[in-house]
Antibody
């Protein structure tokens, strides 16, 4: 069974940083593309970043480019999202997503990020 | 960016009756490999989104056959042949043809 467990969310002040983690199990992680997708009442579902299994990328939404960095540790079956220079509008539930079939096949439960002073 | 526009945004449906949701993209979703990366997701209340349909019309594993997808190019439709109580939630179309991947605004399906 595929499991994606996000962690690392929390309350942070504008300009601060957070590092999200997603622990994956139940599938061949090293051959899977992974994305982060966020959801907020004001902005709906928004794709944030993707890291592929092979050559190419990573890829970012313009709204986070230069501030967020996605990475992966295949030895630990974990994908990360380093978020710097956080803004109020980054407040959202952040989902870790496994890609396959040209789509978002499996979703985690999400970790909540709140940016507020 | 490709804009995904869903209609309606809210759909009250009687149990056992059909439901239909449309999704229109601002650009063709046909990729250079000939495939069209248009998916449909379901988000039940309090849950994470779940994949229902990929590449326009392919049902994901475990999805009931009352769900079907159709369309081509820029116009797509999700149909539920007979709505059941467990189908309540928000439905999203999603394109993965071009970066950035983009979602529709969501259509809330509720029971009359």
């Amino acid at each position: 069974e595929v499991q994606l467990v996000e962690s690392g969310g929390g309350l942070v002040q504008p300009g601060g940083s957070l590092r999200l983690s997603c622990a994956a199990s139940g599938f061949n992680f090293r051959t899977s593309g992974m994305s982060w997708v966020r959801q907020s009442p004001g902005r709906g579902l928004e794709w944030v970043s993707e890291i592929v299994a092979g050559v190419g990328g990573p890829y970012y939404a313009d709204s986070v480019k230069g501030r967020f960095t996605i990475s992966r540790d295949n030895s630990k079956n974990t994908v990360f999202l380093q978020m710097n220079s956080l803004r109020v509008e980054d407040t959202a539930l952040y989902y870790c997503v496994k890609e396959r079939l040209g789509s978002f096949e499996n979703w985690g439960q999400g970790t909540l990020v709140t940016v507020s002073s | 960016d490709i804009v995904m526009t869903q209609t309606p945004l809210s759909s009250p449906v009687t149990l056992g009756q059909p439901a239909s949701i449309s999704c229109r993209s601002s650009h063709s979703l046909v990729f250079s490999d000939g495939n069209t990366y248009l998916s449909w997701l379901q988000q039940r209340p309090g849950q994470s989104p779940r994949l229902l349909i990929y590449e326009i019309s392919n049902r994901f594993s475990g999805v009931p056959d009352r769900f079907s997808g159709s369309g081509a190019g820029t116009d797509f439709t999700l149909k539920i042949s007979r709505v059941e109580a467990e189908d309540v939630g928000v439905y999203y179309c999603l394109q993965l043809t071009q970066f950035p991947y983009t979602f529709g605004q969501g259509t809330k399906l509720e029971i009359k």
